[in-house]
T-cell receptor, first 117, second 111 residues
Framework: KAGVTQTPRYLIKTRGQQVTLSCSPI?????VSWYQQTPGQGLQFLFE???????NKGNFPGRFSGRQFSNSRSEMNVSTLELGDSALYLC????????????????FGPGTRLTVL | GQQVMQIPQYQHVQEGEDFTTYCNSS?????IQWYKQRPGGHPVFLIQ?????EVKKQKRLTFQFGEAKKNSSLHITATQTTDVGTYFC???????????FGPGTSLSVIP
């Protein structure tokens, strides 16, 4: 089975621009989560999509948005980029369901390294 | 809201020494997962703990869930250079659905 893929792998933008990142989950996975990783803040949860619906949202400004398509592929968009948005953006997919109090294991993609100049 | 702490933030050990990282939550947990991220890599799932007092082993790694389900630990016996990386706990509360990650413990192993 192919793993989670993210495109592009690297991106350089300037302040004020917008960017769209793409994530293709493992085949059959319906849940996609996005995380921002920076050296100072660790792994910060952005949002989770399941069957095209946003199921959970982290504490990020409205400049960060996402969506999921019927084939479970997901995109996240950041508008009006700021220097502080420079980070590794990770996407993780999971089966979305688990028995009892279990949480499905998340499979991470390699990430998109965004640099804002 | 829920507060998650991991200690220590950094740990440098000589190869062959043991290592332990602790994850503490301010609220009772439904379960907890552990992930490892190698330098330059992405997080990889290690294990999930669900039951109070649960202990699970994976070769040299021992994972424990506290009796009160508010804390967890990961212990590595006789560290090797392949253990280098950042270990994250990902606790899930009983009153919310999203998975959040602790700040991580970065492990360096000196050969």
């Amino acid at each position: 089975k192919a793993g989670v893929t993210q495109t592009p792998r690297y991106l350089i933008k300037t302040r004020g621009q917008q960017v769209t990142l793409s994530c293709s989950p493992i085949s059959g996975h319906r849940s996609v989560s996005w995380y921002q990783q920076t050296p100072g803040q660790g792994l910060q949860f952005l949002f989770e999509y399941f069957s095209e619906t946003q199921r959970n949202k982290g504490n990020f400004p409205g400049r960060f948005s996402g969506r999921q398509f019927s084939n479970s592929r997901s995109e996240m968009n950041v508008s009006t980029l700021e220097l502080g948005d420079s980070a590794l953006y990770l996407c993780a997919s999971s089966g979305g369901r688990a028995p009892g109090t279990n949480t499905p294991e998340q499979f991470f993609g390699p990430g998109t390294r965004l640099t804002v100049l | 809201g829920q507060q998650v702490m991991q200690i220590p933030q950094y740990q440098h050990v000589q190869e062959g020494e043991d290592f332990t990282t602790y994850c503490n939550s301010s609220t009772t947990l439904s379960n907890i997962q552990w992930y490892k991220q190698r330098p330059g890599g992405h997080p990889v799932f290690l294990i999930q703990l669900v039951k109070s007092g649960e202990v699970k082993k994976q070769k040299r790694l021992t994972f424990q869930f506290g009796e009160a389900k508010k804390n967890s630990s990961l212990h590595i016996t006789a560290t090797q250079t392949t253990d280098v990386g950042t270990y994250f706990c990902a606790p899930k509360g009983t009153s919310y659905d999203k998975v959040i990650f602790g700040p991580g413990t970065s492990l360096s192993v000196i050969p």
